[in-house]
């Protein structure tokens, strides 16, 4: 009898860590104290994540990552990006310093190269895809390559039109990008790394979108969006947008790139103007995010087909300038105490309750006009989709 409660236990966990495998946390550093990589560690093996993206390579983050099993996400940070997109040298002395120094023994799996570069370093776009080739060059020079992938986050802002998603497609700007972008991560097998933020297109939208959507709260059937072009049902903002993404990509002809979601969360704190930066929201967005990412749902465009998503993010980070929401997207202080006990129902849970250390297992655009009128024509324009959800 107890050996069969030993096996079901055992069971139950590797099924739990294999499930868990989907989600991992960013971790920001703009914090007054920030705890001691061993102190990080130690949170994210008491919360069973074992995937973490970092926003550049910090050598004691990295030597504290060996032998724990979590797969890490380094970066090049912006800054560095125009010197690595101009010499092959530069690259391949990038990735002996902050690679091969740490790999095997810390698990890098993904090399991000720079950060919403289309958005936020518009300059730098030229060169972007170059910076990718290099690095790239550099892991087969270093026989890596096969063991870790090379991608570029993007804002899912470069995304026109997400609202129905069948009509989507990307800021046509950027297509010199964009396509040799897309044929370099085809040729390598990586995938598009993409952060959804449903909190701004919910906040930008003035009520258009309803909060339960945003916040993948249950609709009433006839509230559902549907996409009339495809009829496909969507019952929450962050599916529409992957799927946004998705017809975003097969527009260009890209159909077998798989979407990992860089940064994804909602604030649990705001100024006097930010009505929707609670506790109850962040808490129900980041519990049901979980849920929908562990059950394998996939996204109505392509179901079972599992999108790994790193909450935004481990710490609230005190010293990020901007708004009060910008501070508090942790779901931790940095003293380790979780900013609010995640709701996350039986065994899907990956974030343990854990009542004894009050502990429970388990991205920051700028406001988009876009994104809004994109969201208001959805519900208001004329033409050809079921405007009924948003009445
Ligand atoms: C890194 O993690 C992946 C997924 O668990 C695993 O398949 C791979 O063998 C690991 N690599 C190293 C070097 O530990
Ligand atoms: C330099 O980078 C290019 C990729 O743009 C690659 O084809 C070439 O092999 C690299 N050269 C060296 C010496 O790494
Ligand atoms: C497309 O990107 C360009 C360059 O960043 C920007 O100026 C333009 O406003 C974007 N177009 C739309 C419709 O957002
Ligand atoms: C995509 O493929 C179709 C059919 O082959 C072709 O007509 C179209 O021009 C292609 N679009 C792009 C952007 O390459
Ligand atoms: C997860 O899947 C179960 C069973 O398929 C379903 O009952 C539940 O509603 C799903 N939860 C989420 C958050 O998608
Ligand atoms: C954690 O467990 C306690 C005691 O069993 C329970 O009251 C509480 O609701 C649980 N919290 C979560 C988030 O599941
Ligand atoms: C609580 O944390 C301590 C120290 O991190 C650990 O040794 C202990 O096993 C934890 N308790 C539970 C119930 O997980």
């Known amino acids: 009898m107890a050996a069969l409660l030993l096996l079901f236990l055992f069971l139950f966990a590797s099924s739990a860590l294999s499930q868990d495998s989907l989600i991992g946390v960013n971790i920001g550093t703009e914090v007054t104290n920030m705890p001691s990589p061993t102190q990080v560690v130690a949170l994210l093996k008491s919360q069973n994540i074992n995937r973490v993206r970092l926003y550049d390579a910090d050598r004691s983050m990295l030597l504290a990552f060996a032998h724990t099993g979590v797969q890490v996400i380094i970066s090049v940070p912006n800054d560095q990006l125009l010197g690595i997109s101009q010499s092959n040298a530069t690259a391949a002395n990038w990735v002996t310093r902050n690679v091969a120094a740490y790999y095997p023994a810390t698990n890098i799996t993904t090399i991000a190269v720079g950060s919403e570069v289309l958005t936020s370093l518009t300059n730098a776009a030229s060169v972007l895809v170059s910076a990718l080739k290099y690095i790239q060059a550099a892991l087969v020079t270093a026989n890596l390559d096969r063991q870790i992938k090379v991608s570029t986050p993007h804002s899912s802002t470069i995304i026109l039109d997400s609202f129905p998603p069948s009509q989507a497609f990307f800021n046509k700007t950027w297509d010199p990008v964009i396509v040799p972008l897309l044929k370099f991560l085809q040729s390598t097998g990586s995938p598009l790394l993409l952060n959804v933020y449903p909190y ?64 994804s969360g909602w604030p649990s704190k705001g100024g006097p103007s930010e009505h929707d930066a609670t506790v109850e929201n962040a808490n129900t967005y980041n519990s049901n995010l979980i849920q929908h990412v562990i059950n394998k749902t996939g996204t109505p465009k392509h179901p079972g087909t599992a999108v790994t998503t790193y909450i935004y993010e481990l710490y609230n980070e005190d010293t990020r300038p ?70």
């Open 200 to 263: 701004f297109d919910y906040v930008q939208s003035n009520g258009v979108i309803p909060l339960d959507y945003a916040l993948f709260q249950p609709l009433q059937a006839n509230k559902e969006a549907v996409d009339a072009n495809t009829l496909l049902h969507y019952t929450n903002v962050f599916d529409a947008i992957v799927d946004a993404a998705y017809f975003a990509m097969s527009y260009l002809n890209f159909t077998n790139i798989p979407i990992v979601v860089t940064e």
């Open 322 to 391: 901007g708004p009060v929401s910008e501070k508090n997207w942790g779901l931790f202080y940095t003293n380790g105490t979780p900013v609010y006990t995640l709701r996350l129902a039986g065994a899907g849970a990956i974030l343990a309750n854990d009542t004894t250390n009050q502990t429970f297992c388990i991205a920051k655009e700028k406001v988009d006009r876009k994104m809004l009128q994109a969201a208001l024509d959805w519900a208001c324009g004329p033409g050809k989709v079921d405007y009924s959800p948003f009445y």
